[in-house]
Structure formats: structure tokens, C-alpha cells
């Protein structure tokens, strides 16, 4: 349009018509993509709600195996606390002699310094380990007579 004195510098397309054939096609393929899409974050959820629910069965069956656990241990504390009960009350200062060596072994298996009086319970048996064939006198050990 020279001859008219007008310069053409921008173009823009501010819409576009498609023929009704290729337009009918282009909105099913925007309706299917969209579907698509819907379908995706619908499995998405699917999938979120199920881990969710194995997650609380785990979490069941964990609690229900911690509490049977702590029912089995209880039961087997008791069992031993009646062992020893038993066996203290057959013989009174071997369960002291085995409960001290108990002590014994966690106290010195740390490493420890210890000082130990010679007149103290801890130390009553240590103190017969050079005796007689290294055995602690039954019936005088109380007294602190080897």
C-alpha cells in the first residue's frame, strides 16, 4: 500500500476459524487430553488412598506385635522373678553369691576402677577367691570368717 502512503509494520491474528470438520476434531482432541489428564490425578489419588490405608494396617499390626511382645516379656520377667524366689528361698546365700557375681560382671565388665572396703557386702566374696580351692566357705561367709 506504498501507493497510499501506508506502511504496514505489525500483523495480528486475533482469532482463527477452523472449517467445521477440522473444528469438531480439534475439540475432541482438547476433551480427550483433558480427560486424560483428569484420569492421570484420579489414579494418582487411587494410589495415595491405598498406600494410606496399608500404611495404617502396618501400622496395626506393628502396635498388635509391640503389644504381644511386651505381654510375652512380662509373662517371662514373672516366670524368672519365681525362679528366683524359689531358688532363694532353697538356699538363701547361694542366690546372694549368684547375684553378686551378677554384680560383679556388670559393674567390672565397664572397665571400672572400683574401691571396694573390706568389710563391704560387694567385696564379701571376693575376699575367699585365694581360699580353700578358691571356693567361699557356705556357712561362715556371712560371718566374715574364711
Given at each position: 500500500m506504498p ?24 475439540y ?49 520377667d514373672?516366670?524368672?522373678?519365681r ?14 553369691l ?49
Amino acid at each position: 500500500m506504498p501507493n497510499l502512503g501506508i506502511e504496514l509494520i505489525d500483523v495480528r491474528i486475533k482469532s482463527i476459524n477452523y472449517v467445521r470438520e477440522v473444528e469438531q476434531r480439534v475439540y475432541e482432541r482438547m476433551i480427550s487430553e483433558r480427560r486424560r489428564i483428569a484420569a492421570r490425578f484420579r489414579s494418582e489419588g487411587d494410589g495415595a488412598k491405598i498406600r494410606g490405608e496399608k500404611e495404617r494396617e502396618l501400622d496395626r499390626i506393628r502396635l498388635e506385635a509391640y503389644r504381644k511382645a511386651q505381654e510375652t516379656i512380662g509373662k517371662a520377667d514373672a516366670e524368672a522373678a519365681r525362679i528366683y524366689a524359689e531358688a532363694y528361698g532353697q538356699d538363701p546365700e547361694f542366690y546372694a553369691l549368684y547375684q553378686t557375681l551378677d554384680a560383679y560382671k556388670q559393674t567390672l565388665q565397664k572397665n571400672a576402677s572400683l574401691l571396694l572396703t573390706t568389710g563391704s557386702d560387694f567385696y564379701r566374696y571376693l575376699k575367699y577367691v585365694n581360699g580353700v580351692n578358691g571356693v567361699v566357705p557356705h556357712a561362715t561367709a556371712k560371718e566374715g570368717k574364711p
